[in-house]
């Protein structure tokens, strides 16, 4: 056995070696994932990969080269062209945030399909991925999304990177540890080797095991510096001293003077090494001739294109030896060879040799030019996160107007990249330089950057933003913008809980954009102007600005767009109790999420049948839409859209009746999140169902009281439906009238605003009816509990039909007995069928009264006691823990069920 072959292949590493061997056999039979390699630079981790992989098939070797500059994805569009003949085209990114994360996660399921199929064509393959620490982080994040599909799958993925100790930041580590939690991984850390080791390595050299502990001093047990020393000692028998410097310089020994310059010019290329760019830039003829010495010589390794230094110790020690002003003609003749063919792919290598290249200010001039370019490339390639950094890179050598655009273009990157705290900094930034430079154009791109947020600082400081903008900005200034910042405003406005103001924004903002006939600035208008519609009679206005959204936003590159005018012409579409339109939609929708492969557009398809499901007694299906869709969440790392899967959990509890449709988590999801009565109303609604009824009150309590005035802004629908139950539960009278006046303008409604993609409660019709009882409106209760029965049937909607149809027997307990036990006949039947507990058991103890001769529920029973006592109503109120309104109320339906006319009646029928 040669020492100047891989020691780690032979000595110290027959365990890791084994497990991949078998890793290697697994992924052929179907059972693939990923193994991670790590260890310190030098500790012989590609040797021992490649020794594992000596002679089998199907093998696909990338390296990853952040350092020279490559795009986003590059180490996996790479492996996909030698797998599979073609690289995915990336997707370009939309100019909505959301839309530009679902961008990068289509790209993400398109590189995983493509490879799993390369691999199942094959019968298996393997991908390395060396030198992971090198990757961009879209790579990194591709590789946690792939590895849970390569477990079940011909596919192994084998990543090597130096580990923690060699300062790596804390992103990669974090990534590192959450792949390593994946099933189907496994992590290798190789040890440095022991004294054992390389006595063992040395044993075939004369006096080789008698100073294997000088070695393993020297080196500690470092296999690149043992398999270095080990080759000078089978030379010369003459031990060198340890030093890096000296053993690259001793690799050199023996080259010529031009070798060596040109192993010089190359190191500062970087590690991979096109043989064409280094004739050009070293300007040499014979760089063939070289680049052979140079491997021959053992500092390079051949690759299917060119080559590489054998180790990034080698070349870091080569480039220190290099005076600074070399190294910066060097980047500076790399820089200008590659603009000679240079497309968008090369713009980031160009900009990082710009950047090295000197101070002077056609370099810098040049490193910003080429640096935004490869950031814009990098947002079409879905990958804001590597846009933000490139952009960072070139942001300190910019000034004035050219540093506000940077600010900018990073802002939204940032902003794309889920970081909309930093980037408002950024937008900050930029909107100061903005105004130095009197430029409102650019004070105008950055009030634009950031929305959707819900942040109360972040809404805070963009609101502060808009209006600087907006003052920049007079009434004869562009229309097109002055619009778009209108509807910012509005949309803004909406989010602050401030309808009033939202609502004049966006009709200015409507009015200019119709005027202007900007296609982009109608769709903002038109997001804002839904934003604001709360009336029942808004309904057709939805529905037409649903289908300008639809038709108008794939005509000009606005996918979301589009699929946001779906969802609101479904809402109007559930309103009007339309479900050929309802069906229609969620067609449409499908078919818009199948031809983008935008996530965010699958996740609404999902949500809106996950909502039509659970609307007509599908349960396990809403289930699993719903399900689904919290995944596609959770992994597009949406908040927002997270929350809504927890919601509509504990709405499916409330209309089935069991607290176990509940997600896991869900009491402590809702109680940290933000303090808007919509929340603080599921908060309430949680805590009842999780049996903590006394802690639901106190919310309650506090809440009832805002349905004194008329509910306005975005979330009031939500806060209504939650509070409605509440007050049914709560038998709370005086709220049942408050509720009763919001309610009423939704009379022959079967649905409001927000319906489609979080639950649809059926007739609003029902609400009203709900109420009307508890106030003791009997005769309009039932009338109102009929409608809700024939819109509720029209829809379809079965289990609403169930708890309607309970609603009016117990309306109808007392003078229509027989309808009443029909009604509840009817109604255990249908709950037992779709499998609702809570409305089993609640037509149980129904059946139960009606079949006694007492017309009186168990609460009047009671409260007719307390009466024959001679209690006020006041006193009955505070023994009872009811409102003074409600004891009254009860009292009313009491006098008239059991017939008589007033107190002292009712007091001499219970003394008989």
């Not at 961008?103 to 390369?118: K, M, N, S, Y």
């Not at 057709?540 to 005509?555: F, H, K, N």
């Not at 809402?571 to 339309?578: E, G, M, V």
Request: glycine fraction near 8%; include cysteine; aromatic fraction near 4%.
């Amino acid at each position: 056995m040669s020492p100047a072959r891989g020691v780690d292949r032979f000595v110290g590493r027959d365990r890791e070696l084994t497990v991949l061997r078998e890793r290697v056999q697994a992924a052929r039979d179907g059972h693939g994932g990923v193994v991670v390699v790590a260890g310190p630079a030098g500790i012989g981790k590609s040797r021992l990969v490649e020794e594992a992989l000596i002679g089998k098939l199907d093998v696909v070797n990338v390296r990853c080269v952040r350092d020279e500059g490559a795009p986003p994805l590059w180490p996996w569009l790479r492996a996909l062209e030698r797998a599979a003949g073609a690289p995915i085209a990336a997707m370009p990114a939309g100019r909505d945030p959301a839309e530009t994360a679902a961008a990068r996660f289509g790209v993400f399921v398109a590189l995983t399909d493509a490879l799993i199929e390369a691999a199942a064509t094959a019968g298996g393959l393997v991908v390395v991925l060396d030198d992971l620490h090198e990757a961009d982080d879209a790579s990194l994040a591709l590789l946690r999304q792939l590895a849970p599909e390569a477990a079940d799958a011909p596919l192994l993925i084998i990543a090597t990177h130096r580990d923690a100790a060699t300062g790596q930041q804390e992103q990669f580590v974090d990534a590192i540890a959450e792949i390593a939690r994946i099933r189907g991984t496994d992590t290798m850390r190789l040890a440095p080797l022991t004294r054992a080791d390389i006595a063992r390595y040395l044993a075939d050299l004369p006096g080789g095991a008698s100073r294997a502990g000088r070695i393993h001093n020297r080196t500690g047990g470092l296999p690149l510096l043992v398999r270095a020393m080990a080759g000078a000692l089978a030379e010369d028998e003459q031990l060198p001293r340890a030093d890096l410097d000296l053993l690259v310089a001793g690799m050199l020994v023996g080259l010529d003077s031009e070798v060596r310059d040109t192993a010089q010019i190359a190191a500062a290329l970087g590690d991979h090494i096109d043989p064409a760019l280094l004739a050009d830039v070293a300007g040499i003829a014979n760089v063939s001739g070289h680049l052979d010495a140079l491997f021959r010589a053992g500092l390079l390794a051949r690759t299917d294109d060119g080559y590489r230094f054998l180790h990034a110790l080698v070349r870091d020690s080569m480039v220190a030896e290099m005076a600074p002003a070399a190294v910066q003609q060097v980047h500076r003749r790399t820089a200008e060879s590659l603009e000679r063919d240079a497309d968008s792919a090369s713009a980031a290598r160009i900009a990082s040799h710009w950047l090295r290249a000197g101070a002077d200010p056609p370099a810098r001039r040049k490193a910003v030019d080429w640096g935004r370019s490869a950031a814009a490339y990098a947002l079409r390639a879905a990958a804001p996160e590597e846009a933000a950094r490139l952009l960072a890179d070139v942001l300190p050598i910019v000034r004035g107007e050219d540093a506000a655009e940077v600010l900018i273009e990073l802002a939204t990157a940032e902003y794309l990249d889920g970081r909309a705290e930093q980037s408002v900094v950024h937008c900050r930034e930029a909107a100061d330089l903005a105004e130095s430079a009197h430029r409102p154009d650019l004070l105008a791109r950055a009030a634009l950057v950031v929305g959707g947020i819900s942040d109360v600082r972040t809404l805070v400081q963009t609101s502060t933003l808009c209006d600087r903008a907006l003052a920049a900005f007079g009434t004869d200034s562009d229309v097109v913008t002055r619009s778009r910042l209108l509807a910012q405003r509005s949309c803004l406005d909406a989010e602050q809980e401030r309808p009033l103001a939202a609502a004049e924004a966006s009709a200015q903002a409507m009015k200019l954009a119709e005027e202007s006939g900007d296609a982009v600035a109608l769709l903002d208008a038109a997001r804002a102007r839904v934003g604001v519609l709360e009336r029942a009679e808004d309904v057709e206005e939805r529905a037409r600005l649903g289908e300008l959204a639809a038709s108008t936003g794939p005509a000009v590159g606005q996918p979301m767009a589009a699929a946001f005018g779906h969802v609101w012409r479904l809402d109007a579409a559930y309103q009007q109790a339309d479900l050929g339109t309802v069906a229609h939609e969620i067609g449409r929708l499908g078919e818009l999420a199948a031809t983008t492969r935008l996530p965010l557009i699958r996740w609404h398809h999902l949500r809106t049948r996950a909502t039509m499901a659970a609307l007509i007694g599908e349960f396990d299906d809403a289930r699993s839409l719903s399900a689904t869709a919290g995944e596609l969440a959770g992994r597009m790392g949406d908040p927002s859209t997270t929350w809504l899967g927890f919601a509509f959990g504990t709405q499916l509890a409330m209309l089935r009746g069991n607290p176990a449709d509940m997600l896991p988590g869900t009491r402590q999801v809702v109680a940290a999140g933000p303090r808007w009565p919509v929340v603080e109303a599921a908060q309430a609604t949680v805590l009842y169902l999780d049996g903590a009824r006394d802690e639901a009150y106190g919310i309650y309590e506090r809440l009832r009281l805002l349905l004194r005035e008329p509910m306005t802004g975005m979330r009031w629908a939500g806060t209504l439906r939650q509070l409605t139950d509440l007050i049914v539960e709560f038998d709370d009278a005086e709220a049942a009238e408050w509720a009763y006046r919001l309610w009423l303008p939704w009379a022959g409604a079967a649905g409001g605003p927000v319906t489609a993609t979080i639950f649809c409660t059926g007739s609003c019709d029902r609400a009203i009816g709900r109420m009307a009882a508890l106030m003791g409106n009997l005769d309009e209760a039932a009338g109102s509990l009929r409608r809700a029965i024939e819109i509720n049937t029209k829809l379809g909607a079965r289990p609403w039909l169930v708890h309607t149809w309970l609603d009016l027997a117990e309306v109808l307990r007392a003078d229509a007995r027989a309808e009443a036990l029909a009604l509840v006949g009817r109604a255990i039947t249908e709950a037992r069928r779709l499998d609702m507990p809570g409305p089993i058991a609640r037509a149980g103890r129904l059946l139960a009264d009606l079949r006694t001769a007492d017309p009186l529920t168990a609460r009047e029973q009671e409260i007719a006691e307390l009466v024959g006592q001679a209690l006020t109503n006041l006193q009955i109120a505070e023994r009872l823990v009811l409102s003074e309104r409600t004891v009254e109320s009860h009292v009313r339906n009491i006098l008239r069920k059991v017939g008589v006319a007033n107190r002292s009646e009712l007091i001499a029928l219970r003394h008989t």
